[in-house]
């Protein structure tokens, strides 16, 4: 049914109606204030929706609220570790809040700190991280086993280029057997992630689509960067823009490299212009 939010101050979630596929990777993309948050507290039972109902394998989310969260491991946009404690007690302290047995919350500790190149780092103290790092510590822990629903609230905010492929990596890796959704502001991320995308935009999801379907519908080209050599001039790149591509402009023009946005309708002449660059 469609979903809807009221708080005192505003409408957060408005009219809302989408369907998550078992083991998909689903991202919820828009602006910051557009509703993604609200969205993933109402999908984990956090607060009631106003009107309207979620079911999660056809049963109402407000009948299995505790089964789900069980089920649901969760990243929050912010991080949350308590003063002084160290990626290791945090473990500990998740691991027992699920009832898992020592051996098994040792196991995973491993096993995640591993994945996500934070083995050296499991003693510290957590406050003493960069933002990166507590970034990744939070994904790991909504990883543990015994869940088959992971929600990521913008997971990559503030990582640097090479944390932010760590995680693309386990993402890629997890959408092969679990659930996951995630929401985002990058639509970089949105398009090399997803199996699908919903777009929000004032508490309303706008479309819903595969990348390729949605940028089909509404992306209006592509952007080419380009690096120049030595020898090469930004001038002699715009001179073969506007000879092939007639209705595409140039975005930036740098010292030594620029970036093109390719129109659609120039796509047919892409290839050659290509080649007549290289």
Known sequence: SYVTKVFPSCTAVKEIRMEIHKNELF??????GSGKTTSINLLTAVFPPTFGDIYVQGDSITQ????????????????????????K????????FKG?????????MKRLMETFHLTA???????TFSGGMKRKLSVALSCMKGVDIIILDEPTSGMDPVSRTEVWDVLEELRKTKTVLLTTHSMEEADALSDR???MFGGRLRAVGTPYGLKQRFGKGYKVDVILNDGYTSDEVTDLLHKYLHDSTVITNATVSLSLGIDKRDMHALPEFLVKLG
């Open 27 to 32: 991202t919820l993309l828009g602006p910051n």
């Open 64 to 87: 299995v609220r505790h089964e789900i969260q069980e089920r649901t491991g969760i990243c929050n946009q912010f991080d949350y570790f308590w003063p002084h404690f160290s990626p």
């Open 89 to 96: 007690q945090m473990f500990n302290v998740i691991g027992s």
């Open 100 to 108: 898992y047995p020592q051996s098994d919350i040792d196991s995973e």
């Open 121 to 127: 780092y499991m003693n510290r103290e957590t406050d």
């Open 197 to 199: 995308i919903g777009i």
